[in-house]
């Protein structure tokens, strides 16, 4: 059965830092791409970052680029995202999501983590 | 990376079929056969429901169907029932990156 496990969110003011990690199992982690996907209170979704299956490329949605950076290590099926510089407007739940093969979709999503960024 | 557009909100009585359109740019939705919609209930993580603009994941109801003409992608539902009141959601690949739509409040009435 495929899991995906974030924790690592939490409080935290702005301008400050915080690291979420995605801890995947059920599948061959190191095959597949994957995305984090954040969700404002109330609001839609919204991709924010996307990394190969090697980890040797990444992307980023504009909102977040030059303060976020994802990474993973698949010699421990965990997929990380080191947030910066965080605003008010950060704050949400944040999914990982397995990527299907190819660009096709997101078929397997975390339960989440909230982040809130407040003074 | 302008989200998608859909309409805030449709319902419909349980046993009829509705619609939901995603409406995007050549840059995302006209330009690549990777479309895809997700459901969401309240509380929980989104679920993959159609992918590659129409094929449906393993286990999920062949009520729900996907097309795509243009830069306008739609998800049908078509005998509603209870269960699906929920949110739902379009994606687009846009060569690189993705973009989700606005949402879609679906209400069974």
């Known amino acids: 059965e495929v899991q995906l496990l974030e924790s690592g969110g939490g409080l935290v003011q702005p301008g400050g830092s915080l690291r979420l990690s995605c801890v995947a199992s059920?599948?061959?982690?190191?095959?597949?791409?994957m995305s984090w996907v954040r969700q404002a209170p109330g609001k839609g979704l919204e991709w924010v970052s996307g990394?190969?299956?090697?980890?040797?490329?990444?992307y980023y949605a504009d909102s977040v680029n030059g303060r976020f950076t994802m990474s993973r290590d698949n010699s421990k099926d965990t997929l990380y995202l080191q947030m910066n510089s965080l605003r008010a407007d950060d704050t949400a739940v944040y999914y990982c999501a397995k990527r299907m093969g190819g660009a096709r979709g997101f078929d397997y999503w975390g339960q989440g983590t909230l982040v809130t960024v407040s003074s | 990376q302008s989200a998608l557009t859909q309409p805030a909100s449709v319902s419909g009585s349980p046993g009829q079929s509705i619609t939901i359109s995603c409406t995007g740019t050549s840059s995302d939705v006209g330009g690549y056969n990777y479309v895809s919609w997700y459901q969401q209930h309240p509380g929980k993580a989104p679920k993959l429901m159609i992918y590659?603009?129409?094929n449906r994941p393993s286990g999920v109801s062949d009520r729900f169907s996907g097309s795509k003409s243009g830069n306008t992608a739609s998800l049908t539902i078509s005998g509603l029932q209870a269960e699906d009141d929920a949110d739902y959601y379009c994606s687009s690949y846009t060569g690189s990156t993705y973009v989700f739509g606005t949402g879609t409040k679906v209400t069974v009435l």
């Open positions: 059920g599948f061959t982690f190191s095959s597949y791409a």
């Open positions: 590659d603009v129409s």
């Open positions: 990394i190969s299956a090697s980890g040797g490329t990444t």
